[in-house]
């Protein structure tokens, strides 16, 4: 049973240009959301994607956008780089469920960013 | 203000002894979920545990036990008959709202670095 994947897991850019980052869900699963780890930092909450579209987004500027795809993966974009945009960003994956499940999200190893 | 605060930055502990790491946390919201989260060196978040505010009990899970005061709002993670494999980071986090649609979002603390000592 396949986990979270992500793609690239290096890279490196410059200030100004742009990245587009890529996740598969684990097997199963309909819900994705990215996260971004600066270090020595907890991650912070990026937003979420369910049935392709953006349901909850956190305080990030609009430079960061995301795609979800019909078969759930997802991309997360973002424009105009920054050096503080250096960081291990991680997509988790998670099914739509109810009250009686925990809910916890599972997480890919990330992709880490460095913007010089 | 902090909604998650582990003032642990690191932490030293003898092979199988037992640790605590501590959580505090601050919401409004009667339903929230708390979760501790193990990352090894390759960056993946591992779940470890999760304790909702309605549960009676305290979560355990293998050798992980969570020891939840709600009162207090304090989630610390115990884990018993430590391993070198447990040397990592741990990070405790809280999602508010019921665990349902739309609301996957998790707050994470700033993590303690766990060392095990042979």
């Known amino acids: 049973d396949a986990g979270v994947t992500q793609s690239p897991t290096h890279l490196i850019k410059t200030r100004g240009q742009q990245v587009t980052l890529r996740c598969s869900p684990k097997?199963?699963?309909?819900?994705v959301s990215w996260y971004q780890q600066a270090l020595g930092q907890g991650p912070q909450f990026i937003f979420q994607?369910?049935?392709?579209?953006?349901?909850q987004r956190g305080n990030f500027p609009d430079r960061f956008s995301g795609h979800q795809f019909p078969n759930y993966s997802s991309e997360l974009n973002v424009n105009a780089l920054l050096l503080g945009d250096s960081a291990l960003y991680l997509c988790?994956?998670?099914?739509?469920?109810?009250?009686?499940?925990?809910?916890?999200?599972?997480f890919g190893e990330g992709s880490r960013l460095t913007v010089l | 203000a902090q909604k998650i605060t582990q003032t642990q930055p690191g932490m030293f502990v003898q092979e199988k002894e037992a640790v605590t790491l501590d959580c505090t946390y601050d919401?409004?919201?009667?339903?929230?979920?708390l979760f501790w989260y193990k990352q090894p060196s390759s960056g993946e978040m591992i779940f470890l545990i999760y304790?909702?505010?309605?549960?009676?009990q305290n979560a355990t899970e293998g050798r992980y036990s969570l020891n939840f005061q709600k009162a207090r709002k304090s989630a610390n993670l115990v884990i018993s008959a430590s391993q070198l494999g447990d040397s990592a980071m741990y990070f405790c986090?809280?999602?508010?709202?019921?665990?349902?649609?739309?609301?996957?979002?998790?707050?994470f603390g700033t993590g303690t670095r766990l060392t095990i000592i042979p």
């Open positions: 988790a994956s998670s099914l739509v469920f109810g009250t009686t499940n925990t809910g916890e999200l599972f």
């Open positions: 097997s199963g699963h309909d819900t």
């Open positions: 994607y369910y049935e392709e579209e953006e349901r």
């Open positions: 919401t409004s919201d009667p339903s929230y979920g």
């Open positions: 304790q909702g505010s309605y549960d009676q």
């Open positions: 986090a809280m999602r508010e709202g019921l665990s349902n649609f739309g609301n996957e979002k998790l707050t």
